[in-house]
């Protein structure tokens, strides 16, 4: 939900009905405000709290701190009386990559492939985390500027330092393509974690892990254009 006008106010009425739930309901805890007043407007992502998982604001949260160019900037999470509320920086004039294609927009080349590329690099090595839900509806481009963004942090998680050493050193080494160094470092970890999550393997044929997206990327979604 595009939440518009003086939205500012709301926010910090939420952040007042915050001390009237248990503090783990909020994240983080301490939210900055700074530079907010130059949003025109922001995000309200709202789902059933049972519904949400746990690591979704927390990886989102740490992406903006990170690398916040590459996704709409997290404000922060709150859960009342049974809703999960999540605040983030609205985008405007953006499309997803989903919408290019159907238009069959001269935007997806191999330029833009790069650029995608490199902000799921970020991702990985600069915050720490695994998307695990890359398709095309959550990547957007900014219609201005060309710009990428990654959103929807439901099925993130986070990767503990030994991977990362492990992902560092095999993509700034460049010995290995990024598709590659996800299956072997980091795909039965991610499994793993979606398992523990109550996900049911067998209906994840078709997994948007990011990977798979990553192949898709150069050879399908963003494929030279030929004469």
């Not at 509320?85 to 069959?104: G, P, Q």
């Not at 996900?199 to 192949?215: P, T, V």
Request: net charge neutral; glycine share 4%.
């Amino acid at each position: 939900m595009r939440l518009q006008g003086p939205w500012q106010s709301i926010v910090k009425r939420c952040m007042s009905d915050a001390s009237l739930v248990k503090m783990s309901a909020m994240y983080p805890p301490e939210i900055d405000l700074e530079g907010i007043d130059e949003w025109p407007n922001v995000l309200l992502k709202m789902q059933r709290a049972k519904d949400a998982d746990p690591d979704e604001d927390y990886c989102h949260h740490l992406v903006t701190r990170k690398c916040p160019d590459i996704s709409p900037r997290f404000l922060f999470g709150i859960t009342i009386a049974g809703v999960r509320i999540s605040f983030m920086e609205w985008l405007d004039n953006c499309a997803s990559m989903y919408d290019l294609r159907k238009e069959k927009s001269p935007m997806l080349n191999n330029g833009m492939a790069t650029a995608i590329q490199s902000c799921i690099k970020d991702m990985w090595l600069k915050a720490g985390v695994l998307h695990c839900d890359m398709h095309l509806n959550n990547v957007l481009v900014s219609r201005d500027t060309k710009k990428v963004y990654i959103i929807d942090y439901g099925m993130a998680m986070q990767i503990d330092d030994a991977m990362r050493d492990d992902l560092i050193q095999a993509l700034e080494n460049k010995r290995m393509r990024p598709a590659n160094a996800f299956d072997k470092f980091c795909k039965d970890h991610a499994l793993k974690v979606i398992l523990r999550r109550g996900y049911n393997i067998d209906d994840m044929d078709d997994w948007n892990d990011d990977a798979s997206f990553l192949r898709l990327l150069a050879s399908t979604y963003c494929r030279r254009r030929t004469k």
